[in-house]
């Protein structure tokens, strides 16, 4: 799968077979590769969420940044969901807004990007399980877009979340697709394949680690719970009164644990 993460997000996976994945509304044969079914999802919102938060702060992004590679799995108590322009994949509900859970008076403009950061992540989980309920596979994970490319933590949050490895192409991939369709077209290269294999970048692999993917998962059943009761108007009632004791309890274990 290519994870795309910029201003919003792009997630494109080939599949063999044409299956229609609820939720997904992009599943189109060739659209990616000729012989194979394109699956196209994603995010609204995750870089202008990053900027958002920022500019509320009176930073940019860069600025209020710094430091986040020190910040534990967790340790924030914050649950943020990716909603603040609406939810593309897998609800696909534009009048969806944007939440944080776990609030307390000191929390930080920072808290709150490290938090937004766990969330997208936790939000692109919602959609692979999707992909691999329905028969769509997914062993790897590529970051591509502006964002992976400028922020190592970003790409490790994401391993960890995902627990898989997440691949950066090491260089600026910009274009590169679109060459390769169109050498392959004028016959420099025999097949899509082949031009991929002359041409494509080396990658930098960021991968899961253990304990910290163990706690990862404790957040992500909290994230998923909130994430559909309160994302389908049709929900089930939820039992939702353990939520924040619980990320008050991650996060203490967390700088326990990390510290």
Known sequence: ???????????????????????????????????????????????????????????????????????RAG?????????????????????????????????????????AIEGTAFHTRIILERMEEYGVPVERVINGGGIPQNNATLNQIYANVLNKPVLV?????TSLGSGIIALVAAGVYPSIEAAQAALCLPFKTYMPEAKVADVYERLYALYRKVYFAFGRPDASAAVLGDVLPQLREIARESLEQFS
């Open 169 to 173: 192409p090491d260089g600026v991939p």
């Open 75 to 115: 340790q924030t108590g914050l649950l943020r969901l990716s909603w603040d322009n609406g939810d593309r994949t897998v609800l696909v509900n534009p009048e969806l807004g944007g939440m944080t859970l776990g609030w307390n008076l000191i929390h930080t403009a920072q808290d709150e990007l490290h938090a």
């Open 1 to 71: 799968v290519v994870n795309v993460v910029g201003t919003s997000t792009c997630i494109i996976a080939m599949a063999e077979k044409t299956q229609l994945v609820p939720g997904v509304c992009g599943v189109v044969p060739g659209s990616v590769d000729p012989h194979l079914t394109g699956i196209e999802a994603g995010l609204s919102a995750v870089g202008d969420i990053f900027e958002a938060i920022a500019r509320r702060a009176g930073k940019n992004v860069k600025e209020l940044a710094q430091g986040l590679e020190s910040y």
